[in-house]
């Protein structure tokens, strides 16, 4: 850590964040880089000499370097939770980011494929090479089951139940949840299991890079960026498109909110309602349906 920063604080805020919280992995590392911004920006770590009007500066500068609202949002929460932990442990007598507004946030709509396009996509890998079996797994339990690319990449073999076609994921604050699999995502993995190399680094992670190690987030967000150039889909198709185009199609089908909820692993029911925008096919169906004259 660099030398403006309390050292001694920031460490014990990050292991509470770990062990109290169940903060992941990738939370903690982005509020560590977070609280080194905000103390390289502000000169000094002296706690108790810190006001709100810093916050706003360092704000003020975040927005002025053009950072996404997003961004400043999540750098805001780090800061009021590393001061709320500092007080509960005596150290401050107020919280100097609590009184600070969060910038709004706009509400976008999130880039999903419709069913051909989804095919296009998970049928691009060749099935000739166990890197290409790989991919072709990987993308049809992406779809399959709608997880998040960092929960893909943390799965094991273990995780896997073919017999009841479920498979655990380790989510967000590392809360755990059971997914519905489908028997085509099933018959891809067994494809790619059945090639890939017996000796491996992790031998009991499901999916493995070339080097024989456990793929990384960044790893499946380059493959997938590859396909979807070769799919000829639009550049804006991101990995979540994947979960986007997970929610959307089980909703187009008929799939009620709250099961979505449950199989995204999102904690509120307002996180998962971005996906009931309406689709000219749903909007058809429940024209066909609705209307005496259709």
């Given amino acids: 850590m660099p030398e403006a920063i309390p050292r001694a604080p920031v460490e014990r805020f990050l292991r509470y964040l770990g062990a109290e919280r169940n903060a992941s992995d990738y939370t903690c590392r982005d509020y560590a880089l977070d609280l080194a911004q905000f103390f390289a920006f502000l ?10 009007l810093d916050i706003r500066r360092f704000v003020a500068e975040l927005s002025a370097r053009q950072h996404a609202r997003r961004t400043i949002a999540r750098k805001l929460s780090c800061l009021r939770s590393f001061f ?16 600070i507004p969060t910038p709004r946030l706009e509400r976008r709509l999130p880039s999903f494929l419709d069913e051909r396009q989804v095919a296009r996509l998970l049928e691009t890998p060749p099935a000739t090479t166990w890197q290409g079996r790989r991919d072709r797994a990987l993308l049809e339990t992406l779809y399959s089951t ?9 799965l094991n073999l273990e995780d896997l139940d073919e017999i009841s076609g479920t498979v655990l994921v380790r989510g967000k604050g590392k809360k755990e949840r059971l997914c519905p699999i489908g028997e085509t995502a099933l018959k891809t993995i067994r494809a790619y299991l059945a090639r890939r190399p017996k000796k491996l680094r992790v031998p009991y992670a499901m999916f493995v890079s070339q080097k024989l190690t456990r793929l990384t987030v960044r790893h499946v967000d380059r493959l997938i960026a590859r396909y979807v150039k070769l799919a000829g889909l639009p550049a804006s198709i991101s990995p979540h498109s994947l979960r986007h185009s997970f929610a959307t199609h089980l909703l187009d089908r008929g799939a009620d909110l709250r099961s979505v909820q449950e199989l995204l692993g999102h904690s509120s029911l307002s996180t998962t309602q971005i996906y009931t925008h309406i689709t000219p096919q749903r909007l058809k169906k429940v024209y066909d349906q609705a209307h005496p004259r259709a």
């Fill in 43 to 52: 000169g000094h770590h002296r706690l108790s000499a810190i006001t709100p």
């Fill in 84 to 99: 709320r932990f500092l007080c509960r442990e005596g150290r401050l007598s107020h919280n100097p980011a609590q009184a």
């Fill in 146 to 154: 709608g997880m998040r690319v960092g929960e893909l990449t943390g």
